[in-house]
Structures are given as structure tokens and as C-alpha cells.
């Protein structure tokens, strides 16, 4: 089975600190991606890297910063975070093709107080 | 990027068929049709994907209106873990992203 793991279920920090969050796939794709989802706003594109030490802004990228030292492992770094960033957080991996899938990991709720 | 018009919610009985209609009027030649569905605390999963023809999977199947202006999810016996949000969107050219819009909530009654 395809899998796609988020190192957090449930986070929560405080306004100015430095946030990590982790993702690691196993189906030894290219692409992967991060996207926060709120209420109301749908998924939203933050960062997609298409191979190691390779990336694209997305959608809504202030704020965040990503890395990609190795194939299967895609971080988000919030350098500084704000109450605005408290959100769910979906990492997937996958194609960027019309026929392509996206598998998700199963998300990190993040509060920032 | 062209939109897609779902119902916000549907209900169901457990073990009953279930369509779950897409509207999608400004689709264009090369867009593929998607539909993911996320489940309560969990990511969006895949579902099924389809072009012009219909399509069956172990999940469900895909049936897809002639004009293309149309799609609709079928799920053939609908159990309790299939009450979930369910997202049609569609995908074609260079759109890499997934854009989910509100989706619908499907409940399922035991």
C-alpha cells in the first residue's frame, strides 16, 4: 500500500516560533507538495518540489519555506509562525499530470497561539 | 481553471446505491475528470478518474455525460465508512495543483 506520512498529528506553538513539519513518501515519486486546507478556503497550494533541492512556489507561499535534501522526505518550515497560519496541513506526493494521482498523508492540525 | 458544481450534502442508507452528480459546463477537450474524497481527520484520497467514457474501479465508478458537461460518482453499496466529503475536480494541460472547492458531505445512515 502507497503511504504517505506526516510527522505530526496534532501540533501546537507559539507566535514567533520556528515550526518544522515533516513528510516522508514511500512510492518513490518525483514530485511532492504541500497544501493547507481552512474552512471555506479549500486546498491552497503552498510549495511543490519536483525533485531534490528543487522547487516551485505555489499559491500562498509568504511566510513558509520548504526543503528537499532527499528524494522521499519534503519539509515545511514556518520561520516565524502567526495565529493566520493556524491551519491543517496536507502533504502529498505524486504527478503533476491530467491522469496523475496525488496521494495525501493524513494531515497535521496546527494551532498557533 | 475551469469549475465544477457539487451539492453541499446528500444522504444515504447503508447498503443503497448512491449518485453523487458533478457539474462541470466550461470543461475543456483535454481536462480529466477527478474525484477524491477525504474522510473525517484524514487526507484526501483518490477515488477515480475518467475522460469520456465511463469508468469502473474496486471503489466505484464514473459515469460521464456524453457532452462532458456532466459526471456523476456512483458508489454501488454504500457502507458507513463511506461518509466522507467527496471532491470532483478536474485537471488537464500544465495544472499540477489540485483546487477542491466545498465538495459534498455525504452521510450515510446506518
Known amino acids: 500500500d502507497v503511504k504517505v506520512t506526516q510527522s505530526s498529528r496534532y501540533l501546537v506553538k507559539r507566535t514567533g516560533e520556528k515550526v518544522f513539519l515533516e513528510c516522508v513518501q514511500d512510492?518513490?515519486?518525483?514530485?511532492m507538495f504541500w497544501y493547507r486546507q481552512d474552512p471555506g478556503l479549500g486546498l491552497r497550494l503552498i510549495y511543490f518540489?519536483?525533485?531534490?533541492?528543487?522547487?516551485e512556489k505555489g499559491d500562498i507561499p509568504e511566510g513558509y519555506s520548504v526543503s528537499r535534501e532527499k528524494k522521499e522526505r519534503f519539509s515545511l518550515i514556518l520561520e516565524s509562525a502567526s495565529t493566520n497560519q493556524t491551519s491543517m496541513y496536507l502533504c502529498?506526493?505524486?504527478?503533476?499530470?491530467?491522469?496523475?494521482?496525488?496521494?495525501f498523508g493524513p494531515g497535521t492540525r496546527l494551532t498557533v497561539l | 481553471d475551469a469549475k465544477t458544481t457539487q451539492p453541499n450534502s446528500m444522504e444515504s442508507n447503508e447498503e443503497e446505491p448512491v449518485h453523487l452528480p458533478c457539474n462541470h459546463s466550461?470543461?475543456?477537450?483535454?481536462?480529466?475528470i477527478h474525484w477524491y474524497r477525504q474522510l473525517p481527520s484524514q487526507g484526501p484520497e483518490y477515488v477515480i478518474h475518467?475522460?469520456?467514457s465511463n469508468v469502473n474501479n474496486r471503489m466505484a465508478s464514473l459515469a460521464i455525460a456524453e457532452d462532458r458537461k456532466s459526471s456523476t460518482l456512483i458508489l454501488h453499496r454504500a457502507t458507513l465508512r463511506d461518509a466522507a466529503v467527496y471532491y470532483c475536480?478536474?485537471?488537464?494541460?500544465?495544472?499540477?495543483?489540485?483546487?477542491f472547492g466545498k465538495g459534498t458531505l455525504l452521510t450515510v445512515n446506518p
Open positions: 502529498a506526493s505524486g504527478g503533476l499530470g491530467s491522469t496523475d494521482t496525488q496521494y
Open positions: 512510492m518513490d515519486h518525483e514530485n
Open positions: 518540489s519536483y525533485d531534490v533541492k528543487m522547487k
Open positions: 466550461t470543461i475543456s477537450g483535454t481536462d480529466y
Open positions: 475518467g475522460l469520456t
Open positions: 475536480i478536474l485537471r488537464g494541460g500544465s495544472n499540477y495543483k489540485l483546487t
